[in-house]
């Protein structure tokens, strides 16, 4: 199967793009990224040397746990972490060191390879499509190099939540002027996030059974999505 659709898909002017594990294997690059990250910040603060990348997404965890919204987004959600366990440990200057810390995993987190097919893909789609990219990560679409080929990039941070809550949607609809959420049709790996955000929100749904599963795997589909694709590259035949 490359795509089955189990709704009848209304007519479409805007495709909203997740971006990690959707575009891309995001694996290898967080891998990259939280070793960085763990070196950075024990360097700069000898009292958490000893906290590995396991631990740093086990605390992480522990804090989305006790809080959906700051689960909802990742960048606030690694800051929080920081911040807590610098505290916990009376690190001076535990609030800056955290800024910091971010920072210099921006850098890392941003050094993304894509294939050749998701930019001709991109390019293809946005001749016919208005191109927005809705994602809970912080991966920067220019830093990345997607920038061409979307209008605009969504993600949580100052008040607006990540998905499955509507938020980011709402935004981005009076951001490019949408006349009615169904005229978006959002395309992404994850049921809960991506599918259920977007049916929330009125949207239609297309699920990406993408091959570039996440260590801690993924979620059963529960939201019917009005298609599902298991090859990216599908989006041809089916838009």
Do not use: C
């Not at 793009?17 to 360097?43: H, R, S």
């Not at 809705?134 to 100052?158: E, K, M």
């Not at 999505?225 to 989006?235: E, G, K, R, V, W």
Request: a negative charge; hydrophobic letters at 45%; charged letters at 20%.
């Amino acid at each position: 199967m490359s795509w089955q659709i189990h709704r009848r898909l209304e007519p479409i002017r805007v495709l909203s793009f997740d971006l990690d594990d959707t575009l891309y294997a995001n694996a290898p690059v967080m891998v990259k990224a939280e070793q960085y990250l763990v070196d950075f910040i024990g360097a700069r603060s000898p009292e958490l040397a000893g906290v590995n990348v396991e631990q740093w997404r086990s605390l992480r965890q522990q804090m989305a746990a006790e809080d959906a919204e700051l689960g909802s987004d990742m960048t606030a959600l690694r800051l929080a972490t920081f911040e807590r366990e610098l505290a916990k440990r009376n690190v001076v200057n535990a609030e800056a060191i955290a800024k910091e810390a971010m920072e210099a995993f921006f850098v890392a987190r941003n050094q993304v390879g894509i294939e050749q097919g998701v930019h001709e893909l991109l390019a293809l789609l946005a001749e016919k499509y208005t191109l927005i990219a809705i994602s809970n990560g912080n991966a920067d679409i220019h830093r990345i190099g997607l920038g061409d080929y979307f209008a605009a990039a969504f993600r949580p941070g100052q008040g607006v939540r990540g998905k499955p809550f509507t938020d980011m949607f709402e935004v981005a609809a009076e951001k490019i002027q949408l006349q009615h959420p169904s005229q978006m049709l959002h395309i992404g790996d994850h049921p809960v996030s991506d599918v259920q955000g977007a049916l929330r929100f009125g949207a239609q749904a297309l699920w990406y059974n993408s091959p570039f599963k996440p260590a801690e795997g993924i979620p059963a589909v529960t939201w019917l999505p009005h298609a599902t694709i298991d090859n990216l590259q599908a989006l041809r035949a089916l838009l």
